[in-house]
């Protein structure tokens, strides 16, 4: 088995003319959290999307746990092991947690039944419930519709999914940009807890505070190619920046952008 | 709610936390309702409503009401059960009340006797082989025909994407077209014995109740009901969870033109004949015990339950007006008046619970 988890090689994607991402070579260790970086437009989300089959790539290879792999769809991807917690939560207002955690994949009995199949309610609420011990979610009432949630709490559910599934792989895309403090704080609170448990992350964010306080690497994306690898103890706040705005390029990447 | 200390990590059940089911605000609104016609019923008629007041019964129901308020809104019933499907998945049927019509007319041709009291039928429409035919054969093809409408109608909102008003808009100026061309607008009559039987007595109510408590089982209990509240609740949601939203669309509107065709099959059983203006406005009645019954038009939101609920509050308004000896007319403004306030209400409720979460 490979040490990595991911990796991408000569990663490209172009919009007709528009170059979003060009030649990303990224590497993910086993139980490693990266965050990435770069200012709107610069291709973290155009990346993120190539890796989770959301949209298809024009060129380079990604090496998912071991294997060249070619996701159809987010739900390939998902059933790979890669679980994504969108920007845009991808829940079910009227439906209570397990419900939104097993959505689309269900446990049931009598299948046979085919779109009738019965659902394993009590089986899907102790899976719920294991996730959420597992990454310390509090929720007050499982069988509450999403609606009558807090903003955290709902997002906490999204991140839930992850453990209760065991996943290989978790990709947030800016999963606190919605949240108040103490909201962040919990949603901050989980990932910690999963990195503990030796899930790798990538976390998209443009929270400085909050990548220098959860991830061990930084990568930086600028103008749709990678600038900037750089490693938690070796930078600074004020050095992500220049990597960010431009003012710096990593040695390694030069000429690049 | 958001303090990280609170909450029970999803470990005990907290009561304070619990959710008032909506059926139950229905069915309060039945139970006000009831009582208003009874306070009426006292003060202006001096009888009551739904009690035997006068001791001509054994029990203390005056059943003879009570059957004809549940038998006359179990026909429309039947075919609201396959609306609050298509409700809850944030479409709509406008069709159901043409596809009765044109069910009635296709169905019944297949029911007719060969002989009525010696002579030949003077209705029949076809020849011979298809007179005296068993009972199971008009009761396929009126099935088939509804679920070959709702096909259609599936077909275009959820493949074609048409906008689920324009698409059954359009079902139902075409069956209702095919009803009339059907026989050019004569009736459809005389039956078989078997075939009067399904509508005969109480039958249409055991049939609405007995799918009532199915779909009720289906939408509660299975995968099918589970994705049906999910893409109404969020299609994106849904579609990104992996549930393939046309296929299960095509399903949900399939379903309700089967109950509409097997709504026809009954009324037509019931009558004893078929007429190409049969089923008119239903679906609008259908969608009014679906909305009084708590259904949400949005989507997401909704159940059998409440619907048979709402059902039930139709039925119970329309024999109060005619025990009040109101004129039509004062009752259906009144039925407006309450599918108004009913939607209004849930409204006020949503807004408020939104509020204190």
């Known amino acids: ?257 | 709610m958001s303090d990280t200390s609170e909450g029970t990590g999803g470990l005990s059940y907290d009561k304070s936390k619990r959710q008032w089911p909506n059926e139950l605000n229905v069915f309060a609104a039945l139970i006000l309702i009831i009582v208003i016609f009874e306070v009426l019923g006292a003060i202006f008629m001096q009888q009551s409503l739904l009690f035997d007041s006068r001791d001509r019964f054994d029990s203390i129901f005056n059943e003879a009401r009570l059957r004809i308020i549940i038998i006359q809104v179990a026909i429309i019933g039947i075919i609201a059960i396959g609306v609050t499907q298509v409700i809850i998945t944030a479409g709509i049927d406008l069709s159901s009340g043409s596809v009765v019509g044109a069910t009635a007319m296709i169905a019944m041709s297949f029911a007719q006797v060969a002989e009525v009291s010696g002579n030949p039928n003077p209705k029949a429409i076809f020849g011979e082989w298809a007179l005296d035919l068993p009972v199971v054969v008009p009761v396929l093809v009126g099935l088939g025909v509804g679920l070959t409408a709702g096909a259609i109608n599936g077909l275009l909102v959820a493949y074609s994407r048409i906008p689920p008003f324009i698409a059954t808009l359009g079902m139902m100026l075409f069956a209702r077209g095919v009803a009339q061309w059907w026989s050019l607008g004569n009736p459809v009559s005389f039956p078989t014995d078997a075939y009067a039987v399904i509508g005969s007595g109480m039958n249409p109510v055991f049939i609405f109740l007995g799918l009532a408590l199915l779909f009720h089982f289906i939408m509660n209990y299975t995968v099918y009901g589970k994705h049906t509240y999910a893409i109404g609740s969020n299609e994106a949601a849904a579609r990104m969870s992996g549930i393939n939203v046309p296929r299960h669309l095509l399903l949900v509107y399939m379903i309700a033109g089967a109950l509409a065709g097997l709504a026809a099959v009954i009324l037509t059983s019931k009558n004893l004949t078929a007429q190409s203006g049969m089923g008119l406005s239903y679906e609008l009645e259908a969608i009014a015990m679906a909305v009084i019954g708590g259904v949400s038009l949005f989507g997401g939101r909704g159940s059998i339950i409440g619907t048979v609920i709402g059902a039930l509050i139709i039925g119970v308004i329309t024999s109060g007006f005619t025990f009040l000896r109101l004129g039509a007319f004062y009752q259906e403004m009144v039925l407006g008046m309450i599918i108004v306030g009913a939607v209004a209400l849930d409204q006020w409720q949503q807004k408020r619970a939104a509020a204190r979460a």
């Open chain 1, 1 to 257: 088995m490979s040490d990595y988890i991911l990796e991408t090689k000569g990663l490209t994607k172009h919009y007709g003319g528009v170059h979003a991402l060009v030649d990303a070579n990224f590497t993910l260790e086993r139980g490693e959290h990266v965050a990435i970086m770069g200012d709107n437009g610069a291709g973290k989300s155009t990346f993120v999307r190539q890796i989770t089959g959301v949209e298809q790539r024009t060129r380079g290879d990604v090496i998912f746990d071991g294997e060249d792999v070619h996701f159809a769809g987010p739900l390939d991807a998902r059933e790979a092991g890669i679980e994504t917690v969108f920007q845009t939560l991808a829940l079910a207002d009227h439906l209570n947690v397990p419900d939104n955690l097993f959505l689309g994949r269900e446990k049931t009995k009598f299948d046979w039944l085919g779109p009738f199949r019965l659902l394993d309610y009590k089986s899907m609420r102790e899976d719920t419930m294991a996730g959420l011990v597992k990454t310390g979610v509090k929720i007050p009432n499982i069988k509450n519709s999403i609606a009558n949630m807090s903003g955290g709490q709902r997002q906490c559910v999204a991140i839930a999914r992850t453990a209760t599934f065991a996943s290989k792989l978790t990709i947030m895309d800016e999963p606190t940009a919605a949240l108040g403090v103490q909201e962040t704080a919990q949603v901050e609170n989980i990932i910690r807890t999963l990195k503990e448990q030796g899930e790798s992350l990538i976390l998209v964010s443009h929270n400085m505070r909050q990548v220098f306080d959860l991830v061990d690497r930084i990568i930086v994306f600028r103008r749709g190619r990678m600038v900037a690898n750089l490693r938690k103890e070796d930078t600074n706040g004020e050095d992500v920046v220049s990597y960010i705005t431009g003012a710096k390029t990593g040695a390694e990447f030069e000429g690049a952008a």
